[in-house]
């Protein structure tokens, strides 16, 4: 069974940094690229970030550029978000996922809080 | 960087109605193009895969069709709980992009 599991949201004050975990397991981790994704209060899904099966090579969104990275560590199937400069418009919750390969899969998502 | 474009971006239809959605890729993706529905406050769902596979538990009033550039989503006899809003994505490359989703709304 294929699980994709999200951590490491919370509060944070504007200006400050967090740094987002996904453990994925029941597929071949190395074999596929993963993506963050955040839906913000009344807003519909943005795309954040992806990065490629090596890890070599990440995509960021224009609105993180600069401020978010993402990284992966195959050995540990965990594919991370680090935030910095956080800024209230950074408010939503985000989305781990496996959007390639024949079957796309979803985490349940983890609310980060930009607030002072 | 693949660029989405759905259509359209908002619809209002009725219990029972059959509506379609598009989704057009700006490169060739093949097959490559999945579906997701979203309600707000729930993680997105999973739809379609590979641009006609149903994911499991979906019901077959769902359907996706199209390959190359073009595709689309059709709802035959909507319920009430297909009401939100649904993605296409290409999962043809890295980025796996998204198109800008299309709102479905009760009549």
């Known amino acids: 069974e294929v699980q994709v599991l999200e951590s490491g949201g919370g509060l944070v004050q504007p200006g400050g940094s967090l740094r987002l975990s996904c453990a994925a397991s029941?597929?071949?981790?190395?074999?596929?690229?993963m993506t963050w994704v955040r839906q913000a209060p009344g807003k519909g899904l943005e795309w954040v970030s992806s990065i490629n099966m090596g890890g070599d090579n990440t995509y960021n969104a224009d609105s993180v550029k600069g401020r978010f990275t993402i990284s992966r560590d195959n050995s540990k199937n965990t594919v991370y978000l680090q935030m910095n400069s956080l800024r209230a418009e950074d408010t939503a919750v985000y989305y781990c996922a496996k959007l390639g390969g024949a079957r796309p899969y979803w985490g349940q998502g983890t609310l980060v809080t930009v607030s002072s | 960087e693949i660029h989405m474009t759905q259509s359209p971006s908002s619809l209002s239809a009725s219990i029972g109605d059959r509506v379609t959605i598009t989704c057009r890729a700006s490169q060739y993706i093949s097959t490559f193009l999945n579906w997701h529905q979203w309600k707000p406050g729930k993680a997105p769902k999973a739809l379609i895969y590979t641009a006609s596979d149903l994911y499991d538990g979906v019901p077959s009033r769902f359907s996706g069709s199209g390959s190359g550039t073009d595709f689309t989503l059709t709802i035959s006899g909507l319920q009430p709980e297909d009401f939100a809003t649904y993605y296409c994505q290409q999962s043809y490359s890295v980025p796996h992009t998204f198109g800008q989703g299309t709102k479905l709304e009760i009549k």
């Open positions: 029941g597929f071949t981790f190395s074999s596929f690229a």
